[in-house]
């Protein structure tokens, strides 16, 4: 764990405690909203919830694309090709996964960047534009976000 660094409120002098987060790699940020309304949605089966939760956990910096092909993935999570196949193509259609590139016939997806990114506030506000929202079955996205009523 790194050493605690001291920030200092410009308009108080107080000192603000700052510690690193205790994670054993990199974090994500993620909008719980739209997980749990996939995690709780009877519309996807418990493989396809698990695999918006791999989703999540591999997909890389920024827009980037996971490079890795269909038996790539099966043979991580344990799944047959078939199987991770089917799933992702269902995530896309939802918009829950976005291509973002091929190799050759092989499409290279990441997860919506409205359910997790990995790069500053700034970062992610330029990523949604490349996109539209996800398609979750029972979430309101009719409803601004906090940032989007700015």
């Known amino acids: 764990m790194g050493a605690v660094r001291r920030l200092v409120d410009v308009d108080t ?10 994670f054993t790699g990199e ?11 996939i995690t709780e949605s009877k519309e996807f089966t418990p ?9 999540i956990g591999v997909s890389p910096q920024g827009m980037a694309p ?5 038996a790539d993935i099966a043979t991580r999570v344990g799944m ?17 996964l976005i291509e973002r590139g091929r190799i050759g016939n092989y499409r290279l997806y990441r997860i919506s960047p409205y359910i997790a990114f990995h790069g500053t506030g700034v970062e992610q506000r330029e990523a949604i534009k490349t996109c539209n929202p996800p398609d979750i079955p029972g979430f ?4 601004p976000s906090l940032w989007e009523a700015q």
């Open 13 to 22: 002098g107080e000192a603000i405690p700052y510690a690193p987060y205790a």
């Open 66 to 70: 996971l490079r890795a092909t269909g």
């Open 47 to 55: 493989s396809q919830k698990f695999m918006v939760l791999w989703w």
């Open 80 to 96: 047959t090709t078939d199987a991770v196949g089917k799933i992702n193509r269902k995530l896309l259609k939802l918009r829950i």
């Open 27 to 37: 974090h994500i940020q993620v909008d719980k909203a739209r997980v749990e309304a």
């Open 140 to 143: 309101d996205n009719t409803t």
